[in-house]
């Protein structure tokens, strides 16, 4: 079996646990949807399109992630307003479903800095080598592209509501931070460390989310200021 139909087959794998609370009309047409399109370049490739070049020193900011980065400005947390900073986030996605979509989503847009947050899918159908592999390649095309690089950690997670530590164990969750922040130490990108501001010992402060998978409007609320101070210290370097 060739690269395609596993990273396919991982895909799948992936949606089969976003499924739950769907139709079986919806997940058929969602699963269609994966197979034809699983980078996601459909998502954002129309608007990326119709977007102008950066002014003349506009500090251009691109957040590439998952869950997390694409349902930020969802609710009454509002997405940086009056920044520059455009949301590149795709629910479900993987390091390595990023990877096809960098040059789409981050390069064509010229930001001065990306924000990277992945990981979170990741646990669920690939292994740290592989996960590494997909960073270290987003981070060579960045910097081949003159783009400053934020790596955000993966954010905790808690059975407060529902149970989420059985397919995102939190011992893998701290271990891939580790790897992501000493990466980030080593290729001179800024770490930006939601984890830590998030949680209470291992798990997500309840206060700080609705499902114990995702931040809520508050949790927003605490990370948005990390994202800044990461954000000006990448444009320093």
């Not at 947390?77 to 629910?91: M, T, V």
């Not at 905790?156 to 580790?178: A, H, S």
């Not at 290729?187 to 931040?215: Q, W």
Request: one cysteine or more; charged letters at 20%; aromatic letters at 8%.
């Amino acid at each position: 079996m060739n690269a395609l139909p596993i990273r396919l087959l991982a895909g799948l794998l992936l949606f089969g646990g976003f499924a739950a609370a769907q139709t079986p009309e919806q997940r058929l047409a969602a699963q269609r949807h994966l197979l034809k399109d699983w980078g996601g370049l459909i998502r954002y490739g129309s608007e990326d399109a119709e977007i102008p070049p950066p002014k003349a020193g506009e500090n251009r900011v691109v957040f590439l992630g998952d869950d997390v980065t694409d349902q930020w400005g969802q609710g009454a947390a509002a997405f940086f307003p009056g920044k520059p900073y455009l949301n590149r986030g795709i629910a479900g996605q993987t390091s390595a479903q990023m990877l096809v979509r960098f040059h789409q989503d981050v390069v064509a847009l010229k930001p001065k800095v990306v924000v990277i947050q992945a990981g979170m899918d990741d646990l669920l159908v690939a292994t740290e080598g592989v996960i590494a592999e997909n960073y270290m390649s987003m981070m060579d095309i960045a910097r081949a592209n003159g783009i400053r690089v934020v790596l955000a950690s993966v954010t905790p997670v808690c059975d407060c509501y529902t149970k989420q530590t059985g397919l995102r164990p939190q011992g893998k969750i701290i271990g891939l931070n580790g790897w992501i922040r000493d990466f980030a130490a080593r290729s001179g990108a800024v770490y930006l460390d939601y984890y830590s501001a998030l949680a209470e010992g291992r798990n997500f402060k309840k206060e700080l989310t609705g499902d114990g998978l995702l931040p809520n409007d508050a949790g927003y609320g605490v990370m948005a200021p990390l994202a800044e101070i990461a954000i000006v210290e990448a444009l320093k370097r």
